[in-house]
């Protein structure tokens, strides 16, 4: 497991980021997210080694972290940093093998990753003649091309149309192990939903929101959307009101009792044809969390 225990960084007179605290557990993806400068790129450099913590410290697996256990992670960082020169197969396999991997082996794994992404006809052209869009593609091949113990991805979505966003996530679960933790900033709160097991928010530098993504979305109000035949009888509901409407369907927040309840006093006075949980989305949660 990675950890981070009151991390803190001060430039000058100001405090970036405040003890800022929290795991990425293996096996799974777990979202870093804020506004533009809550911290979140400078929190990621100092969890890599690339920035000195003004206080606090980074542990791996229970100890605190070695530079050579750092250079098992795969890193993406913010402000891209592949060869514009250099063919997309030779500098995956030069990066391969600084981590170790003999020539052949390497060679494998680049070809592997640049087939993934669609990219292995274009194998032998520089990384300046593609896109935006595949430059992204092979920095990400470049953070996977040796197996990484952990995964810390700062923005890897930024650049990429919805099927190469969809070839990326395919890849991450194909990729990822049971025993790697993978920690990606994002400020597209709908595929961090989508993606992540764990979430956590930055507001000023703090971590406001440290939990799994399914105990965020329980952690609001009791509420149902329902749709009846008869409005009227949405009037005057024992332990609950109804909070807003939306067309035919009325979302109503329980204050007291229990939702079978609320079922039954309703069906008494109407017909019910739609009545179930609803759970905000994390965007929601971050609004809420960051205001």
């Known amino acids: 497991m990675l950890t981070v225990r009151g991390l ?7 405090l970036v980021v405040d003890e800022v605290s929290f795991d990425v557990r293996p096996g799974r993806l777990t979202g870093f997210v804020g506004a533009n400068g809550a911290g979140k790129t400078t929190t990621i450099r100092m969890l890599m080694g690339v920035l000195a913590p003004t206080a606090g410290e980074v542990w791996w697996d229970g100890s605190p972290i070695s530079t050579e256990q750092r250079r098992s992670f795969g890193y993406m960082p913010e402000e891209r940093g592949l060869y514009p020169r250099m063919s997309l197969v030779d500098q995956l396999v030069f990066l391969a093998r600084l981590h170790g991997l003999d020539k052949a082996a390497a060679a494998e ?6 087939a993934h992404f669609g990219l292995d006809d274009r194998r032998d052209d ?8 595949n430059q992204q593609r092979v920095q990400i091949a470049a953070a996977l091309i040796h197996r990484p113990t952990a995964l810390i991805l700062d923005e890897p979505f930024n650049g990429l149309d919805p099927l190469a966003v969809d070839s990326m996530i395919d890849l991450l679960h194909d990729e990822v192990g049971p025993d790697v933790p993978v920690l990606f900033s994002s400020h ?3 595929l961090v939903e989508r993606l992540c097991d764990d979430l956590i928010i930055l507001s000023k530098g703090k971590v406001v929101v440290a939990a799994a993504t399914d105990e965020l979305r329980e952690r609001g109000p009791l509420r149902y959307r329902v749709v009846v035949s008869d409005p009227s009888a949405l009037d005057d509901l024992p332990g609950a009101a109804v909070d807003r409407r939306d067309g035919d369907a009325a979302f ?8 079978a309840d609320l079922l039954a006093h309703l069906t008494g006075r109407t017909r019910v044809s739609e009545f179930h949980r609803h759970v905000e989305p994390l965007a929601h949660v971050f609004r809420e969390a960051t205001r």
């Open 8 to 14: 803190s960084r001060v430039y000058g007179d100001v």
């Open 109 to 114: 794994r680049a070809r592997h990753l640049l």
């Open 188 to 190: 597209q709160l709908e």
């Open 126 to 133: 520089l990384l300046d003649e593609l896109s935006l869009g």
């Open 252 to 259: 109503i927040t329980i204050a007291s009792g229990e939702p």
